[in-house]
């Protein structure tokens, strides 16, 4: 472990260093200023990167085009730095300014403190990412930044090993680019950390990790945090040897400016040119302000630490540095001093005159028409107490807007006047343009978008090969992986022996191990290696190799991954494909369904539940011609049941959101997915032998959910509904139902309560019989759809037991 020595001569010039103290000046005054805006009531709540100035401006020094940050909210002055913020633009997104020209990181959706760079056009489209410099889109859970730098820093080894690559320049330079991440010293405490720090050691990827370490976090000293109370010293079995590769690391003192650019020049030269991951130990960083705006440092540090914390912050060791370099006199820097925290004040100024005014318009445009549309009326007096609350806000926001006009038009329920009709088109046109800034681009928009694909169908003849579904998989991944050079595969035991189900087989001797990959078992950073690379133009298949085993990247994919597109305001996208397989298998820890909860909180990401391989080939033709993340959930028990090879593999696609009728009928819709489907069919047959006619919908896109709304034609043709789900009472199935009965309006058609079959509230047991009485099967299956019909008609349909 290298720790940096105070030095005098510095790589910059006097003017550069001035400028550097200039800059740290003013973000320690928006820090300042931002803090007072929230206690005055013009923000929501402020968290920001006082004491961190210096550090991050010597970190800046060696951000060049083409590289990446994946940081955490108190970075300002680093991304001011490199020129991606300026003060303005802090400010704005501190007052939640919805103009995305205000606030190009999010257009007023991420609190203050996260930042982000746009690296898609207004269409959704890929800009060059090399004659800039990038930041990926920050999240506020604590090292959820972690798992995405490992896949930043991942694309780099892609791009510089994988010679096929080597065209794609808007995206790297033959893997030069250097992934820089930031993370508090608390943070390191959580497993997203330490799974990536091993990770990136076994990858060995250019990885600039600095740790902001201020000895707290929030009130809890770091002794409860870390072992040796000091994370360099407890990571250094990752340091390098001469016979063993790991990381490269660094201590150095956050007050100490020459030491920071000595110690950043060394550790980015060596990550770039050698790919070595490297981590910074940035010691005795100060917190003038304390943690956020929620508390105050005082209540938990002593006095002899808050007394060394002004001792020690880090602009003030740069002043006294500089004076006594003789680069500036004291009165000089007090000039530059002025300046900065006059530049903080008047960004400030502009930011909010920018924000309030598009409100203040929206609040004069209403109270004239809540003014007029009371002129006339009966309940005249109650509109214009309404239209005084509005007036009397003092910050008023949105929601003020439509509250008091909701209110206003309520009391004109029982009145008719042009008036009236003018404010519900203005109220009408506002719910729009609200609704643009608050609820759109959840998913992508651009051209590319999976939406846009539609069914090519499978076509066979009577060649027409039956295989194994995994030899469907095989030869679709084979083919994709031949065709495009950006695709890769990766997970546990995909590589060598191509995934345990045989879908990779072969392919890593075919194509290369940076083609087809194998990983350790780390779920999270598996998701995190993907999204980053997604992220930096790559395609990547990120493999979890069972359903259940997806809880350990829920956060992930949740937090990161399905927010991306949202949170950026359409700025940012990583189309990754997650791979996996499950549904029905024996014992507790294989055959969980858990789809509620992926469909609760993956929004943002689309889930498909193929029925088979061949429509899992399909869907990833698809996917990997459109630019959305996605999430294919494989049916486990179907890679040994025999299907005929399309002859249009290649060119196959299955749009998504469009269910498919494997069994028309006239008594019953069933709706299933995934492994369910062979399950119904079997069950419908056997209905038939009762007289009963069973129509089978195969959902097969859960998100999207039958956008043809085919579901609702069967309902007018049936009147009944039957949801089939392995998942727990009450899981995908009133996801399903919701979107049916109520989107879909299908309660309209319905003669008979709706019916859903579930699994059991709890895993199956193991064997077979656990899998038996806890999952849906052929005769529950029968038996409830029977007594359905028996309820209609029981002289048809006499009861059974």
Request: hydrophobic share 35%.
């Amino acid at each position: 472990m290298s720790e940096a020595k105070n030095k005098t001569k510095v790589p910059v010039s006097k003017k550069e260093i001035l400028n550097d103290y200039k800059l740290a000046v003013e973000s320690r005054e928006a820090s300042l200023i931002g803090r007072k805006e929230v206690f005055m009531g013009k923000a929501k709540f402020g968290i920001f990167g006082d004491g961190k100035e210096v550090p991050q401006i010597a970190m800046a020094k060696y951000f060049q085009n083409g590289d990446w940050r994946s940081g955490y909210y108190r970075d300002q002055t680093f991304m001011m730095a490199i020129g991606q913020l300026n003060t303005q633009q802090f400010f704005a997104q501190l007052y939640a300014h919805t103009d995305v020209e205000a606030d190009p990181a999010s257009a007023g959706r991420m609190m203050n403190g996260h930042f982000a760079t746009r690296y898609l056009n207004d269409k959704g489209e890929w800009l060059t990412q090399t004659d800039k410099k990038n930041s990926s889109a920050d999240i506020s859970p604590t090292a959820g930044q972690m798992p995405r730098l490992l896949g930043l820093a991942y694309a780099s080894k892609l791009y510089r090993g994988n010679k096929d690559l080597s065209e794609f320049e808007d995206f790297s330079i033959k893997g030069n680019e250097v992934a820089f991440g930031t993370i508090g010293n608390a943070s390191t405490s959580e497993g997203h950390f330490w799974e990536t720090m091993n990770a990136a050691g076994v990858l060995q990827v250019p990885m600039v990790l600095s740790v902001w370490d201020d000895e707290y976090g929030i009130s809890v000293p770091q002794k409860y945090h870390t072992i040796k109370e000091n994370i360099s010293d407890a990571l250094i079995g990752f340091q390098s040897t001469k016979d063993k590769p790991g990381f490269e690391i660094f201590k150095v003192k956050a007050w100490d400016y020459p030491a920071l650019l000595d110690t950043y020049r060394k550790a980015v030269e060596v990550s770039r040119k050698k790919h070595v991951p490297c981590l910074i130990h940035v010691i005795e960083v100060t917190q003038p302000q304390g943690h956020s705006t929620s508390g105050s440092h005082e209540r938990y540090k002593s006095k002899d630490r808050l007394n060394w914390e002004k001792e020690h912050d880090c602009i003030l060791k740069m002043r006294e540095w500089i004076e006594s370099e003789n680069l500036a006199s004291s009165e000089e820097l007090d000039a530059l001093e002025k300046e900065a925290k006059q530049a903080a004040k008047q960004a400030k100024d502009l930011a909010w005159k920018a924000y309030s005014q598009d409100i203040k318009i929206d609040v004069e445009e209403a109270l004239n028409l809540i003014d007029k549309a009371g002129i006339s009326s009966s309940k005249k007096e109650e509109i214009s107490k309404t239209a005084n609350e509005l007036r009397k806000e003092l910050n008023p926001e949105k929601s003020n807007i439509v509250r008091a006009t909701k209110q206003t038009l309520r009391l004109l329920k029982n009145e008719s006047s042009n008036e009236k009709q003018t404010l519900v088109n203005w109220l009408n046109e506002k719910s729009e343009l609200y609704s643009k800034q608050f609820n759109s681009k959840l998913y992508s928009q651009s051209a590319d978008s999976a939406l846009n694909i539609e069914t090519i169908p499978a076509e066979y003849s009577e060649s027409s090969e039956l295989v194994d579904g995994r030899e469907v998989l095989n030869a679709c991944f084979d083919n994709l992986l031949k065709n495009d050079p950006r695709i890769f595969a990766f997970g546990e035991d995909v590589g060598k022996i191509g995934d345990v189900n045989q879908g990779f087989a072969g392919l890593q001797e075919k194509y290369g191990e940076l083609k087809v990959t194998d990983t350790g078992i780390r779920e999270t950073t598996i998701i995190g290696q993907g999204i980053g690379a997604a992220i930096r133009g790559l395609r990547p298949i990120a493999e979890i190799q069972y359903l259940d085993y997806l809880l350990y990247a829920i956060q992930t994919l949740s937090d990161d991954l399905a927010t991306l597109q949202y949170r950026t305001y359409g700025g940012q996208k990583a189309p990754l494909i997650i791979r996996t397989r499950g549904h029905r298998l024996e014992g507790v820890w294989h055959s969980g369904s858990p789809m509620g909860m992926i469909l609760n909180s993956l929004r943002g990401m689309y889930v498909l539940t193929p029925r088979n391989m061949t429509q899992a080939a399909g869907f990833y033709n698809t996917l990997l011609q459109s630019d959305d993340p996605a999430l294919i959930i494989e049916s486990l028990n179907g890679y040994r049941l025999k299907e005929r090879v399309p002859s249009n593999l290649a060119d196959f696609k299955l749009a998504l959101g469009e269910p498919e009728v494997l069994r028309e009928g006239t008594d019953v819709t069933i709706v299933t997915y995934g492994s369910t489907c062979r399950i119904v069919l079997e069950a419908a047959n056997q209905l038939a032998e009762e007289g009963i006619d069973v129509e089978v919908i195969d959902a097969q896109s859960l998100i999207p959910f039958d956008r043809p709304q085919m579901i609702v034609k069967s309902l007018e043709k049936t009147n009944r509904l039957v949801v089939v789900d392995e998942d727990v009472e009450g899981g995908a199935s009133a996801f399903i139902l919701q979107q049916i009965l109520e989107r879909d309006n299908g309660y309209f058609h319905l003669d008979s309560k709706p019916t859903t079959i579930s699994g059991k509230n709890h895993r199956p047991a193991y064997g077979s019989d656990g899998d038996y009485f806890s999952k849906p099967n052929i005769e529950e299956v029968f038996d409830r759809i029977y007594a359905l019909m028996s309820e209609a008609n029981p002289k048809k349909h006499p009861g059974l037991y």
